[in-house]
């Protein structure tokens, strides 16, 4: 690839929230768009969004991701474009206790949060590495750093994009290739069935998050090659108090305020 040509980021989730937000940031800096998610209607409507501001090409994949060995699907679609930015934003939630939890939802999300995205980097991470180039950055909780009683199998694929983020990002220290992992707390996003567009500020607040704000912290954190993002000084205290207050005593209080949610 010449020097001049533009870079190409590859970006899942991408139809609303956090992937829109940070799509948006990526061709506002002349990056080539990849952009994958599970409902074609918002992927198209994020597509016209973002080229009202900008004139980058946008190549849409409308993939389910929590389909065993989709990665590989993905990589063939690709066809030997080099990937410089891989943001694996895609996710969902999981509310129960989990012998009562549906486990086809429950499989689909593990697919989803673990095998899909380290497959996709798998696939794409040893052309990075040839090339001396290259950012990857995973999208992963603050509930990574402790269990979560009645969301048992989210907590814990997102502890598993943390712990493996760290892991690749000091292997591949010298390749020219960073890792970021970014652990944000309660965001305004369709997570939490609120659309992006409802944000009405761009600030990191004490309880919920504008995906604006959360978006520009993880990429300049990205683009800064640092590991471990945590937006918010609230949250930051947050992911080491199970340090402080042991992780029996820290999964107790997750569970109380899950309860409280269960019941309101």
Known sequence: MEMNSPK???????????????????????????????????????????????????????????????????????????????????????????????????????????????HLIKLILPDMVKRGAGKILNVSSLAAFQPGPLMALYYASKAYLLSFSQAISNELKGTGVTVTVLCPGPTKTSFQGVVSEGCNDNKIGFNMACPKAVASYGYKAMHNGRVVAIPGLFNKFLSILPRMLTRNRTTKIVRKIQDKNRDS
């Open 8 to 118: 190409t980021a590859l970006v899942t989730g991408a139809a609303s929230g956090l992937g829109f937000e940070l799509a948006l940031l990526l061709a506002k800096d002349g990056y080539q768009l990849i952009l994958i998610d599970i409902d074609s209607e918002k992927l198209e409507h994020s597509k016209h969004t973002i080229l009202q501001t900008s004139e980058t090409k946008i190549t849409l994949m409308v993939k389910d991701l929590s389909l065993l060995n989709i990665a590989e699907d993905i990589y063939k679609n690709i066809d030997g474009i080099a990937i410089d930015v891989i943001i694996n934003n895609a996710g969902f939630g999981l509310f129960g206790t989990f012998y009562d939890t549906d486990w086809e939802r429950g499989s689909k999300m593990l697919h989803l949060h673990i095998l899909t995205t380290t």
